[in-house]
């Protein structure tokens, strides 16, 4: 990548660009790399000190694991945000470890965790730019937790297949019973049971390309 | 309480005591109140701005709340410790919910959440420690999403009696099944059952005063 064009991403997405010294700058842009995750690829993994992420194109997917290798996805980060969470260095409170996976090609710049935490211990803009934006990341997980402990699995399978479709376009969502239950913290069995359902309803039908959506406005009657 | 003993408290807990102006500090004395909160009373409701709690004696305890009136309890606060959630409008990444409840009579003073947040647009240590201090409690709501979604149940309620009678002292959790489920964000049913167990295993004995811990050794195998 082009070191004009680093600069020029740079200025977009941290608000304390112009703040940063020559010399900061200079730093920042030797230690970042260029990175094209393959789909399926496991970007982050735990407490290590990955950097500072930020998506130019594709999708990452956060993830809990338990001991067992169970997984619960807290969300997913798109073209044009960053992924703070992954740069543990940077955040002395954050002591729970996440995952990030690369849910499809997804080229990526990584800043050094250690280049931005030394920036941050000078630069005071760079240090409340990287609270923010992992407190933000709180009421996303929040919000999941809501869904998990205290929605109904219909309303959130309802809601995890309009979303699906909302983002990927088309009118089918091309993604096992297994990939689904992950996403949404269940198990496949409550998933396949809950697809039959839905299918009997008349408001999905399996498709070769996985599950095609039918009845798109009794499925958001269903997730209100 | 006497405003030595005051701005002695604030000097402990605020790490930012000796930035702030003498004007700030007489808006933070004279705006702070000093309340005692009766057992069970709500001490804050999702998105009001309450402002910043700190104890003095006693413990609050912190939940969300379904729409039907679900609770799952995401940590407590003891002595010594402060609530920063309750201040809402001094972060605006935090978009969610939560209510505090009195678990205990206790003794709080509570800094006003405009005073904190207009000395936190001036002094950006005060804006770092509310950020910081949110976020270290991003940490403890992880800590109970990993153990509702991944641990089973007989771990969980081992973990819990365990905690209460190291935190209460004695041998007697008095909670009722109905509380002990709220607290570890189950349902009283399951509760009951998994105590009945506990109790055919003889390690729990229901007692007048509530379930008495017959064996912690092997309670504490089970939370491992």
């Known amino acids: 990548m082009e070191k004009n064009e680093l600069i020029e991403l740079f ?3 941290f608000p304390f660009w112009n703040k940063m010294s020559e010399t900061d700058k200079e730093t920042f842009c030797r230690t970042a790399h260029h990175v094209v995750f ?17 998506i130019k194109s594709g999708s990452l997917r956060l993830y809990m694991l338990s001991e067992d290798g169970k997984e619960v996805t807290l969300y997913r980060l798109f073209p044009g945000e960053m992924c703070m969470l992954s740069a543990s260095c940077v955040l002395d409170s954050i002591t729970f470890d996440v995952y990030v996976d ?25 240090k409340l730019f990287a609270l923010e934006t992992a407190l933000s990341r709180f009421s996303d997980v929040m ?73 798109k406005k009794r499925l958001r009657e269903m997730s209100l």
Chains 1, 2 share one sequence.
């Open 143 to 215: 919000w999941v937790m809501q869904q998990i402990l205290f929605m109904s699995m219909d309303k959130r399978l309802a809601i995890f297949l309009l979303d699906e479709i909302a983002q990927k376009g088309g009118d089918t969502v091309a993604l096992t019973h297994e990939q689904i239950a992950k996403y949404i913290g269940s198990a496949r069995e409550v998933v396949s049971r809950m697809l039959k359902y839905f299918a009997s309803e008349g408001l999905v039908e399996a498709s070769r390309g996985g599950i095609k959506i039918l009845d």
């Open 102 to 126: 690369s849910e499809e090609n997804s080229e990526c710049i990584v800043v050094g965790g250690c280049a931005y935490e030394d920036l941050s211990r000078r630069l005071v803009d760079a």
């Open 38 to 54: 393959k789909k399926g690829t496991n970007v982050h993994n735990g407490n290590e000190c990955t950097g500072v992420i930020l």
């Open 11 to 13: 200025e977009k997405v």
